[in-house]
C-alpha cells in the first residue's frame, strides 16, 4: 500500500469537498495550519484497528494542541463493508470511554460507503460523511467547543450540509469526485 498516495487522497478531499463546499467550516483552519495528523494503518481487521486507534487517542491525548489538532486514522485495508464499519463505532467509542477520554476526544465517521439512517445509497447528502477511504476522525473536543460558541450552530451543520449537496446536484458532486479519487463511487 502506497501510504503517501493515501494521505495525498485524502487531502485532496478535504480540500476539494470538505473545505471546498465548506461541509465542515472548522476544517479550513487546521488544514492550512498544518494541525491535521494523518496515520495510514496497515490493519485488515477490526481487531488490529483497534490497537492503532487505541494507540492515536494517546499520542493526540498527548500532543500540544498547538502542534496536532486532529488526527485522521485512515484504514484502506480494515472494515470496508460499511455495516462492519458501523459495528467498530461502537467497540471505539468505550475504548475513548475506556481510556478516560470521554469528553476530551470524540470520534467522527467518514467511510466511503457511508449512509445516514433513513436514507437510500444514491442520496446525494450520505457524500458530507463519505471518504476516499474507511476512516476515523479523532477531534479534541475543546477544539470544537472554542470555534463553535453557539452549540446551536454545531446542530445547524448537517442540515445546512444536506442542502449543500442537493442544491448541488448528482453531476457536480461526481465531478468533484472525479478529482479526489480513492475508493469513492458515484451515486447510484
Known sequence: MDTQAVIECTRRWISSLVIGLNLCPFA?????????????????????LLKDL??????LASAPAARVETTLLIHPLALA?????????????RLVGDLGLRGTI??????????FAGT????????????????????????????????GQLLEIPRRNGETLRSLGREKILELLKTVGGGLKPPP
Open 28 to 48: 479550513r483552519r487546521v488544514f492550512e495550519a498544518d494541525k491535521i495528523r494523518y496515520v495510514v494503518s496497515d490493519a485488515q481487521d477490526g481487531r488490529a
Open 54 to 59: 487505541a494507540g492515536e487517542l494517546a499520542a
Open 81 to 93: 463493508a460499511f455495516l462492519d464499519y458501523v459495528d467498530f463505532l461502537d467497540v471505539g467509542e
Open 106 to 115: 470524540q470520534i467522527a465517521s467518514f467511510h466511503p460507503e457511508y449512509r
Open 120 to 151: 437510500s445509497p444514491g442520496e446525494v447528502e450520505n457524500y458530507t460523511n463519505r471518504s476516499p477511504y474507511p476512516m476515523l476522525h479523532l477531534l479534541r473536543e475543546e477544539s470544537i467547543s472554542a470555534v463553535a460558541g453557539d452549540p
